[in-house]
């Protein structure tokens, strides 16, 4: 299925929970079977080590009727629980349910950490457990370990929650 400018996958998610668009999500390799794929919002501690990226949200996915304004800061939205009676994890376009469409080839767009300035063409990693991104150099990952990147940064960021073009890369290499 074609994405924003990159080919997507639709998933399951391994909880109930809401996620803003341009959030990372992980491979969940624990709930995944031959024939259902899960992922999951990154850990707080260390997410650039604990899962392959399976790729970048290109919509909102929430339940109807929730709404929030474009710039809504995502640590509000990412991994909080939807109303009764919607359940968002679990299901998946085969079970009639919504699933999640993640884009993993090409250029996508992606949300900053906030911590210390993103220049273009820095090579970009899961940042926090809201599928932010950030430079290892910003995060203090040390020179030769191995991470699961996103890809490389395509312009400018200084600023918390800004959004920048990425392109994706998803592989598990040293920095």
Known sequence: MPGLNGLTQTYRLSTNIRLAKYAVLLKDPTDTTQTKWFAKIPPSSTPWLTAAVAGVVIGNYYEPN???????????ITGTTP?????????????????VTVQYTGTARVQVNGSGTVLDGDLLVVAD???RVNNP???GITSGTLVYQVGYAKGK????NQVIWVDLILIKAAV
């Open 66 to 76: 929730y709404f929030s304004a474009e710039d809504t800061d995502p640590s509000t």
């Open 83 to 99: 109303t009764s009676p919607y359940v968002l994890g679990g299901t998946g376009v085969q079970d009639n349910g919504p699933g």
């Open 129 to 131: 457990q809201y599928g």
């Open 137 to 139: 150099v910003n995060l």
């Open 157 to 160: 960021a200084t600023a918390i």
